[in-house]
């Protein structure tokens, strides 16, 4: 997003609603991916969520007057963003709750901001590795090594059900640094690049989807949680979502707004086991908590000076300092 970093000290005390509300709408995208994929291959519930939001995005820059990019050097990078940020792990995410609980496909999401931090320090060179942060980045993947429960054996359906959310979570981590280095600096909206990476992970999943998955059913064929669950992954998770997102670095500052990545997964659990009657085994609470304290350490929450997270939402999309993806 490319609105102001700092809050607007009038209404700094009005953050709060719109912080639960985007803390609930990212932290429920999990049961509706799950109630979709019990329908629809990944790819076509990917593809018939990527749609609808673009449409809902589009619809809001026409209200709002705001127009897409036309350099065709924006539009080049920001397919990279759409596939690293949008296609691939919607799509990845969709493939692990075939095989894994809700709950557990959000805790998988809170362990962006760790596969960030070293593709930004070793790859695109946009942070330096200072010891907080080797000390964070150490104490989050022991977590991630307990929420898969390393001592109990690799293999199966559940276990590779866990990488691919894994493999989501990977991927934000690419994007993030990604649009950070190369696309943040536009003078574009953050509204009008979401709406523009939505248009080419749209135009991704419209070439791969049919030869891998099929076409998509229509959605006169599809029950009507499924339908309610793509709309809702699309107009609310991306569209209604994004506008909250930015009134909340408007009104509480980036930093305030991009801790809604601590309350996602505390969401995502208490939907999935109050909704689906999921259940968690002792040590992925216990992993997510510590992978939770990784990430506070390592962005400096837990120290006098704070300094900027990086949040988690859907999707990724260019924020102040730095971006925020599902």
């Not at 690293?84 to 792990?89: K, M």
Request: hydrophobic content about 55%; overall charge positive.
């Amino acid at each position: 997003m490319t609105d102001h970093s700092a809050p607007d000290r009038p209404a700094s005390r009005s953050w709060l609603p719109g912080f639960l509300a985007l803390a609930a709408i990212w932290g429920s995208s999990f049961l509706f991916i799950k109630v979709g994929v019990e329908e629809l291959h990944p790819l076509q519930l990917t593809l018939y969520r990527v749609v609808t939001g673009a449409v809902t995005l589009l619809v809001v820059l026409a209200v709002l007057r705001d127009r897409l990019p036309r350099e065709p050097r924006v539009w080049a990078h920001l397919f990279v963003v759409a596939a690293f940020g949008v296609a691939v792990p919607f799509t990845l995410f969709g493939y692990g709750e075939q095989r894994v609980e809700s709950m557990l496909a959000g805790i998988w999401n809170a362990t962006t901001p760790l596969i960030v931090l070293p593709l930004a320090v070793l790859v695109f060179r946009t942070e330096r590795l200072t010891t907080r942060r080797a000390v964070g980045l150490a104490l989050g993947f022991t977590g991630v090594l307990v929420v898969l429960g390393v001592w109990e054996g690799v293999g199966g359906s559940h276990f590779a059900g866990q990488l691919m959310c894994f493999g989501a979570a990977a991927c934000y981590g690419i994007a993030i640094p990604y649009q950070k280095r190369f696309v943040a600096g536009s003078t574009h909206s953050g509204l009008s690049l979401s709406a523009a990476q939505l248009l080419l992970a749209t135009v991704q999943l419209a070439i791969v989807t049919p030869l891998v998955a099929g076409a998509p059913p229509l959605p006169t064929a599809l029950s009507l949680p499924v339908v309610a669950s793509v709309v809702a992954l699309g107009a609310l998770g991306t569209g209604l979502a994004f506008v909250i997102n930015m009134r909340n670095i408007r009104v509480a500052g980036a930093s305030t707004a991009a801790t809604v990545t601590y309350l996602i997964p505390v969401f995502a659990v208490l939907i999935g086991a109050v909704a689906l009657g999921e259940r968690l085994n002792w040590h992925q609470p216990v992993g997510a908590l510590i992978v939770l304290i990784g990430v506070a350490v390592s962005q400096g929450l837990l120290s006098r000076r704070r300094t900027t997270p990086v949040s988690v939402g859907t999707p990724a999309t260019p924020a102040p300092e730095p971006a925020t993806p599902h």
